[in-house]
Nanobody
Framework: QVQLVESGGGTVQAGGSLRLSCAAS????????MGWYRQAPEKQRELVAT???????NYADSVKGRFAIFRNSAMNTVWLQMNNLKPEDTAVYYC????????WGQGTQVTVSS
């Protein structure tokens, strides 16, 4: 069974940076998209950024210009570089890899203090 292991969350002051990483425990076949989602308290989970097999990226309007998603060529690790963090970025961040199945990480907390 594939597990996605996330790391890099934490607490940072507004304007700071964090880098999240997500590594698959073994190779995943037929990957279409790798991405990051987030869920703030009492809010629905929302898309943050995705990257396709071909390298095309997509970002939520709220993070454009501040966040960057990238992956390795083996497509078993995906990162989210978060710059100029804002208090409204506070949430649990989840990685997602869509292959033959849809795999989710356990979530990592990001807290941005003002």
């Amino acid at each position: 069974q594939v597990q996605l292991v996330e790391s890099g969350g934490g607490t940072v002051q507004a304007g700071g940076s964090l880098r999240l990483s997500c590594a698959a425990s073994r190779s995943i076949s037929f990957i279409n998209t790798m991405g990051w989602y987030r869920q703030a308290p009492e809010k629905q989970r929302e898309l943050v950024a995705t990257i396709t097999r071909g390298g095309s990226t997509n970002y939520a309007d709220s993070v454009k210009g501040r966040f960057a998603i990238f992956r390795n060529s083996a497509m078993n690790t995906v990162w989210l570089q978060m710059n100029n963090l804002k208090p409204e970025d506070t949430a649990v961040y989840y990685c997602d890899i869509k292959g033959e199945w849809d795999y989710w990480g356990q979530g990592t907390q990001v807290t941005v203090s003002s």
